[in-house]
């Protein structure tokens, strides 16, 4: 299971911590979702999750108020003892002096933001879900083509950072080299990003280890892309049937999720960099509704009709 720490979330989100006396370093997060504790503040704690941060807004601090204070104060107590991750109050909501020393007391960090409770918990969850995200670690190398994500993958000395170094040069934007980290944030989306190690590298054979941030500047790379397709390099085999016409996509499959893929046979005189971008521009017609090889068919299929008649 993957975690998130505390201290990840506060500067990722500059949150105010009302509790500083709470050493949060050791505090992980590890669901991606949150709750916001209405119910357990009337009293009612069956199915609570208690690994979710908790989140008052408006409404449960206004329930607060209306109630009686020794019972709101008793069950936020019992919410504590459930010794949940975080309670983070929004808009700035002022947090009761006996409160913040009775979380100091069991360990709760309180902290606060000044957004408005739909706003954080949007953005809280929507961050969450990629850092919690399942995730898997490849061989190969990640490519931003006209804002569509290339993942290189083949064989080593095949000229997968050779291709990547070509595109980088043609205006196309380097995340990861040698080192892909797959991440699930959703059932339609992978997101392929860089070991911090290795980030902005790559390996030439011959040359040794480049900083393409540094030759090129930093419009030449990015940290994160969505993986849209997959180019497979593979040695030409005379024996084997190559698709020519692409009227069926073949797919490859990452921790469930299915990509467009590409099996490109590699002899000397051929344009890696050019036949990436030609794959990328097709593949996003054909997410606009065009399909060439569809075309194609369509037009000798006519022909064929015509002639016949």
Request: with cysteine; net charge negative; proline share 3%.
């Amino acid at each position: 299971m993957y975690t998130v720490s505390l201290v990840s979330l506060i500067e990722k989100m500059s949150l105010e911590n009302c509790t500083p006396d709470i050493d949060i370093n050791t505090i992980k997060i590890s669901q991606p979702d949150v709750n916001r504790p209405a119910l357990q503040l009337a009293g009612f704690f069956d199915h609570f999750d208690s690994e979710r941060v908790q989140i008052i807004g408006r409404v449960e601090q206004a329930y607060m108020e209306c109630v009686d204070k020794e019972l709101g104060i008793k069950n936020l107590s019992r919410l504590m003892d459930y010794k949940v991750p975080c309670i983070v109050f929004s808009r700035n909501m002022e947090i009761d002096e006996q409160l913040i020393r009775m979380a100091t007391e069991k360990g709760v960090p309180l902290l606060r933001t000044s957004k408005t409770t739909s706003s954080f918990m949007a953005e809280v969850i929507r961050w969450l879900n990629v850092e919690l995200a399942p995730r898997i670690t490849i061989h190969g190398g990640l490519v931003d083509v006209y804002g569509e994500g290339i993942l290189i993958m083949g064989e080593s000395g095949i000229g997968k950072s050779e291709a990547a170094l070509e595109l980088i040069k043609r205006g196309h934007r380097l995340v990861t080299d040698d080192v892909v980290e797959i991440k699930k944030v959703s059932d339609e989306t992978l997101i392929g990003t860089s070991p911090d190690i290795t980030r902005h590298f790559i390996e030439l054979r011959g040359i040794g280890i480049i900083d393409v941030k540094t030759l090129f500047g930093v419009e030449s790379v990015k940290n994160t892309q969505s993986i849209d397709l997959v180019i497979k390099l593979e040695e030409w085999n005379k024996e084997k049937q190559y698709d020519r016409l692409g009227l069926e996509e073949q797919y490859i499959e990452f921790l469930g999720n299915k990509v467009v893929c590409h099996s490109i046979p590699i002899r000397p005189g051929r344009n890696l960099a050019v036949i990436c971008e030609s794959a990328a521009v097709n593949y996003r017609q054909k997410k606009m509704g065009y399909n060439a090889a569809q075309e194609l068919y369509n037009r000798v299929t006519n022909s064929l009709k015509k002639s016949n008649n």
